[in-house]
T-cell receptor, first 114, second 110 residues
């Protein structure tokens, strides 16, 4: 499945680093999402974008900064992260907003903060 | 806020046995979706249920949406090793939000 791609697939960063995660969807969808998946926790919705506008921000710390330059691309900018931010970060897209449409997930970026 | 719980958290079955996971929401849902995540993989959409009391089948998988639209179940008949993974339900509430359940991890051995 290559409908939603994410880079990098793995990332190790120190707490003082700045890095960005990239997501691209090739499905012509209008909505994109960032999720955090930690061990023993349910998928946590972080941000929702619809037609490049942020429609939801689930009380995410400001050290995570999303950017959606167009409906096909989504970025998550990371700075001064904490070790507890280590997790799998999943990007997803859907035709419309997720309450109605199924979501297509990318393979994720496995992030380790040292 | 809306919470979606699943039970059991983990189940280990012998190949050929049946398996059921249950999903319960604290609020009434507009719809319920089910996803499967293989080990090391990402969630993949399986199905969506919208109507109260709806039942849908996909080969050995049977999905049900409760009459009150607050619970759902996924039943797998005669499990196979290819069924291994974590099954998530996800409840649709407000237009932009899909709340994922806690997931049930299924292990199948020969």
């Amino acid at each position: 499945e290559t409908g939603v791609t994410q880079t990098p697939r793995h990332l190790v960063m120190g707490m003082t680093n700045k890095k960005s995660l990239k997501c691209e969807q090739h499905l012509g969808h209008n909505a994109m999402y960032w999720y955090k998946q930690s061990a023993k926790k349910p998928l946590e919705l972080m941000f929702v974008y619809s037609l490049e506008e942020r429609v939801e921000n689930n009380s995410v710390p400001s050290r995570f900064s999303p950017e959606c330059p167009n409906s096909s691309h989504l970025f998550l900018h990371l700075h001064t992260l904490q070790p507890e931010d280590s997790a799998l970060y999943l990007c997803a897209s859907s035709q419309g907003l997720a309450g109605v449409y199924e979501q297509y997930f990318g393979p994720g970026t496995r992030l380790t903060v040292t | 806020g809306q919470q979606v719980m699943q039970i059991p958290q983990y189940q280990h079955v012998q190949e050929g046995e049946d398996f059921t996971t249950y999903c319960n929401s604290s609020t009434t849902l507009s719809n319920i979706q089910w996803y499967k995540q293989r080990p090391g993989g990402h969630p993949v959409f399986l199905i969506q249920l919208v109507k109260s009391g709806e039942v849908k089948k996909q080969k050995r998988l049977t999905f049900q949406f409760g009459e009150a639209k607050k619970n759902s179940s996924l039943h797998i008949t005669a499990t196979q090793t290819t069924d291994v993974g974590t099954y998530f339900c996800a409840g649709g509430g407000t237009a932009s939000k899909l709340t994922f359940g806690t997931g049930t991890r299924l292990q199948v051995t020969l």
